[in-house]
Nanobody, 121 residues
Framework: QVQLVESGGGLVQTGGSLRLSCAAS????????MGWYRQGPGRQRELVAA???????NYADSVTGRFTISRDNAKNTVYLQMNSLKPEDTAVYYC???????????????WGQGTQVTVSS
C-alpha cells in the first residue's frame, strides 16, 4: 500500500505565504515525477507544478515566479512554497506522485487526499 499525506494548507490573507508538504510512504521502490494539482470552486483540476526525480521543474503560467516546488528524495517528500498568494489561488491542493512499488512493477499515479488553501482578499 502507498499513501500520500499532505499538510500545510490553511487560511491566509492576500500577499501571504504558505508551504505545503506531501510525504509518500508505504511499499515504494522508486518515485518518478511528483507534483501539485489544484481544484478551485466550480473549476477543473489543474496542474500547478511538477518536479522530476532529477530536479527538473515546470509550473503553470499563473504561478510562475510566485510558487516554488522542491523535493527531498531521501524522504520521499515534495514541497510547494507559495508566496504572494492571491484570492484566485483558493482551491483544494492535491499531491500527485508517479510511483513504482517494486522492480517488477510499472509506475502508477497516486494521489493525496487534498488540503484546502483559502486566500482572503
Amino acid at each position: 500500500q502507498v499513501q500520500l499525506v499532505e499538510s500545510g494548507g490553511g487560511l491566509v490573507q492576500t500577499g501571504g505565504s504558505l508551504r505545503l508538504s506531501c510525504a509518500a510512504s508505504g511499499s515504494i521502490f522508486s518515485i518518478n515525477a511528483m507534483g501539485w494539482y489544484r481544484q478551485g470552486p466550480g473549476r477543473q483540476r489543474e496542474l500547478v507544478a511538477a518536479v522530476t526525480s532529477g530536479g527538473n521543474t515546470n509550473y503553470a503560467d499563473s504561478v510562475t515566479g510566485r510558487f516554488t516546488i522542491s523535493r527531498d528524495n531521501a524522504k520521499n517528500t515534495v514541497y510547494l512554497q507559495m508566496n504572494s498568494l492571491k484570492p484566485e489561488d483558493t482551491a483544494v491542493y492535491y499531491c500527485n506522485a508517479d510511483i513504482r512499488r517494486s522492480r517488477w512493477s510499472v509506475y502508477h499515479d497516486y494521489w493525496g487526499q487534498g488540503t484546502q488553501v483559502t486566500v482572503s482578499s
